[in-house]
């Protein structure tokens, strides 16, 4: 019998065993594994502040958790419910820790957390590198580790952290600084917790973010319109390299469902979050959501592109004339393939296949991700997309083409429709092969509305049309007389048949008519009238403000030689507008000028009746004072304006066009018509604070003025107040629909706010959102009444407003001018 040396038997066995258990793991399991990536897909969730703003409590959030189980989101991978700002109480505890606001959350963050937890959701909170919040709430600026270990310990698992009232001297080095803070806090508190980074892309983050946040806005804030969607994909779409797993660009929360976008508008949303990879966090009442709404953000193909674990944006493949395509790799090796429209009417947006990441083969698999439909193309991605829509195809390569349906792409294009037996239009429809093998027997429709004829003027039949042939055919439209100004569709459908079994199959698409009529009678703002076509060389043209740049609503107010205008028409030399007048208009008066922020020039401006130059002002210098012009337009069915220069891309402004229609007195008054509430000529006119300990003064100053010579210049506090003040009789406002008051920031950008007292118990009724306006920079401030909100069970009595408010803050001072009803 072996007898054990040295070494007791008890202790014997237990190495061996243990060094047993040790060769008999896998290699993989020998070292310890590496820790899950936080995020290592972008986020899904909600968030309350798009469609609720300050209106946060204990029980929206709890409902909407309930929801999301409901409703299946959660199955579809939403997960994380997002409380915003304005949670807590305007003053920290005794202790130094921010109080949630025992009112809106009786029962705690705490509370929630643990009620979103037993649903199997995560909870989010919002935060601010700053001194305060953007809606003066305690900011974490040095206090970041005491809040977060606050937010860890109420069981927080998302951190939203805003940059308003930062304190920064503007340097990127600052914005590290401050949001590296809270990310060491972070960890400190050994909680995972997701980290959203909300500087709204001021310094590049994504060339810094990495490692510090686990995704960051890359834009400003999103708004529920067609304009601010299309700018922020065009911010957002080249950043691709930037993002991956546990590092995600983010161009803001979702606006789906609040009822400011059309169902075609929302699907390109819903479809470019996804192929951006961004977070998909909804914005809307989940409480009241339609199933519209619901199918949108519940279409688990598209999550599935969002969510794929390869973690890549979709990058830029093509970006021309307002249609974009998008090129996504995916775990599987299959490719997302987006085609955008962002353009105002139907496009065909093409992509040859080897122009994307596919591997080469002889056709491909495409299987649209919002019908369904699997098609197969030989060499060329195409469809007839929507204006505002992108068709999303997920694709891959296909061996034998023969059993699927070919891609036919209708398209088509749709000039200016005028009503009556002279006027009418001219379409042109498309119709392109994009399968393997040939299809037969093609047939084209045009299907227009009631009352309208369209008669083909060339073949609308084609007996085999091969892989990549287009039939072509050009209609006749007649519009009847009287019918109204607007957008009516126009559907086109392709009837053919395919394949060995020759089965039949038609494809579709839809192209919005613009029927164009003259203006009513009246002198009218010529900004507040839309413009058939409109050209311009750097961005958009830009109504009311000048053109600032490449995005939407990016200028200032219109400025010529120091003349601030609040109506007008910033374009770019190089740029033409289309009006149509219907021989019904008489003249138009402007001034002109190249826009104090421009640079270049001379610029010469034209104004065209028809094809005849009515009025033009010769070069224009920068610098030089506005330039009057008047146009008699008297029987001209178009107007045209064109600015130009040598070079192009100068700052252009027609400053306050008026036009003029019918017969009608030259002093009629210009519609719309405003009415003055406060133009500061003869003073502050009693304007006062509405908190006095928070701060602010104000006084009466020649240096901004947009009406009069005199503007207000007010000294904000950090966190802002309220200025304005009781009106000496109640003032009646029915029939306006807006407020609006000018602008100026000074060396600090400011946000501006409106809001209104009501009734004899003066009521206070306010939007809860408001309008940011960079250092420097100038904008009118508007708040349609539609969108200021009351108690509950009170009333905005426009009739009977008896004071007015504006909120300023930033601890800057502000200029504004002209606090007007329209």
């Not at 643990?114 to 590198?129: C, N, P, T």
């Not at 009232?165 to 990127?172: M, V, Y």
């Not at 139907?346 to 299987?367: E, F, H, I, K």
């Not at 009444?785 to 930033?810: E, H, K, M």
Request: proline residues 6%.
């Amino acid at each position: 019998m072996m007898r054990n040396r040295g070494r007791p038997v008890a202790a014997l066995v237990s190495s061996l065993a243990l060094v047993w258990s040790f060769l008999a793991l896998p290699a993989a399991a020998q070292a310890a594994p590496p820790p899950p990536t936080l995020a290592a897909t972008p986020p899904m969730g909600f968030n309350n502040w798009n469609a609720f703003g300050c209106d946060v409590n204990e029980r929206l959030i709890k409902e909407t958790a309930d929801v999301l189980v409901s409703s299946g989101l959660k199955d579809a991978g939403y997960r994380y419910v997002n409380i915003d700002d304005c949670w807590s109480l305007r003053e920290r505890g005794p202790d130094g820790r921010l109080v949630p606001d025992p009112a809106k959350f009786p029962g705690g963050i705490e509370g929630v957390a643990d009620y979103v937890h037993d649903k199997g959701l995560k909870l989010g909170i919002y935060g601010d590198a700053g001194t305060k919040t953007c809606a003066g709430y305690p900011g974490s600026l040095g206090h970041e580790e005491l809040d977060a270990r606050t937010w860890a310990d109420w069981g927080v698992d998302y951190l939203k952290y805003d940059n308003c009232n930062n304190q920064s001297d503007g340097s990127q080095e600052d914005y590290i600084r401050r949001y590296t803070a809270m990310r060491q806090a972070l960890d400190k508190t050994g909680r995972v917790i997701v980290y959203s980074i909300c500087e709204w892309g001021t310094s590049q983050p994504w060339t810094w973010a990495k490692g510090i946040g686990h995704l960051w806005r890359t834009t400003g804030d999103i708004s529920d319109n067609w304009a601010s969607l299309r700018s922020i994909i065009r911010q957002n779409a080249p950043l691709a390299p930037y993002a991956g797993p546990g590092h995600w660009n983010d161009p803001d929360m979702m606006e789906i469902g609040n009822g400011g976008m059309t169902a075609t508008e929302y699907r390109t949303h819903m479809s470019m979050w996804a192929m951006m990879a961004a977070p998909l966090i909804i914005g809307t009442d989940l409480r009241t959501a339609s199933a519209e709404t619901l199918s949108i953000l519940g279409n688990r193909a598209l999550i599935a592109i969002d969510q794929d674990r390869l973690g890549v944006q979709g990058a830029v493949v093509s970006d021309e004339n307002g249609l974009m395509v998008l090129d996504k790799p995916l775990a599987n090796g299959d490719r997302a393939i987006a085609l955008y429209n962002s353009t105002d009417t139907l496009a065909t947006v093409s992509v040859a296949t080897a122009g994307t990441g596919l591997r080469p083969a002889g056709a491909y698999r495409l299987t649209d991700v919002w019908s369904g439909a699997e098609t197969q193309v030989k060499s060329t991605i195409s469809a007839g997309v929507p204006a505002h829509g992108t068709v999303v195809y997920r694709v891959r390569p296909l061996r034998d083409p023969a059993h699927v349906a070919p891609a036919v792409a209708v398209g088509a294009e749709l000039g200016t429709v005028v009503p009556g037996p002279t006027g009418g239009g001219t379409l042109t429809t498309t119709v392109t092969n994009r399968g393997v093998g040939t299809i037969r027997d093609l047939s084209v429709a045009a299907h227009v509305p009631e009352g309208w004829t369209a008669a083909p003027l060339s073949s609308a039949e084609r007996a085999r049309l091969a892989t990549d042939t287009t039939l072509r055919t050009t209609w006749r439209l007649n519009v009847p007389a009287g019918t109204p100004a607007g957008h009516y569709p126009v559907d086109i459908t392709a009837s053919y048949r395919w394949g060995p079994r020759h089965r039949p199959a038609t494809t579709s698409s839809q192209i919005i008519a613009t029927v164009v009529t003259a203006p009513e009678d009246g002198r009218r703002h010529l900004s507040t009238i839309s413009p058939v076509t409109s050209a311009n060389a750097t961005g958009p043209v830009e109504a009311d403000q000048s053109n600032g740049g490449a995005l939407e609503n990016d200028g200032n107010l219109i400025t010529i030689a120091g003349h601030v205008y609040q109506r007008g028409l910033g374009t770019t030399t190089g740029s033409e507008l289309r009006y149509y007048l219907g021989g019904r208009c008489s003249r138009l008066v402007t001034d002109v000028g190249l826009d104090d922020e421009a640079q270049g020039g001379p610029a010469t401006f034209t104004v065209y009746a028809d094809d005849t130059a009515a009025a033009t002002s010769g070069p224009v210098a920068a610098g030089e004072a506005p330039k009057p012009l008047t146009a008699d337009l008297t029987g001209a069915a178009w107007l045209r304006l064109v600015a130009e220069s040598p070079t192009s891309g100068t700052h252009t402004d027609w400053a306050k066009p008026v036009l003029t229609c019918g017969d009608v007195p030259d002093d009629s008054p210009i519609l719309p018509q405003s009415q003055t509430l406060f133009s500061f000529e003869s003073g502050t006119e009693g304007f006062t604070i509405a908190n006095p300990g928070d701060g602010g003064t104000v006084t009466q100053s020649p240096s901004f003025h947009t009406e009069g010579a005199n503007g207000l210049a007010v000294s904000t506090p950090v966190a802002g107040n309220w200025f304005g003040r009781t009106l000496a009789a109640p003032v009646d406002l029915s029939g306006r629909t807006m407020l609006k008051f000018d602008l100026k920031a000074g060396d600090v950008g400011t946000v501006g706010e409106i809001a209104v007292q009501v009734g004899e118990s003066f009521t206070w009724c306010q939007g809860g959102l408001w309008t940011w306006t960079n250092p420097h920079s100038s904008r009118t401030v508007t708040e349609r009444f539609d969108q200021i909100s009351c108690p509950v069970g009170v009333t905005l009595d426009r009739s009977d407003i008896r004071a007015v408010w504006v909120f300023l803050n930033t601890g800057g001072e502000v200029l504004i001018d002209d606090i007007r009803a329209e």
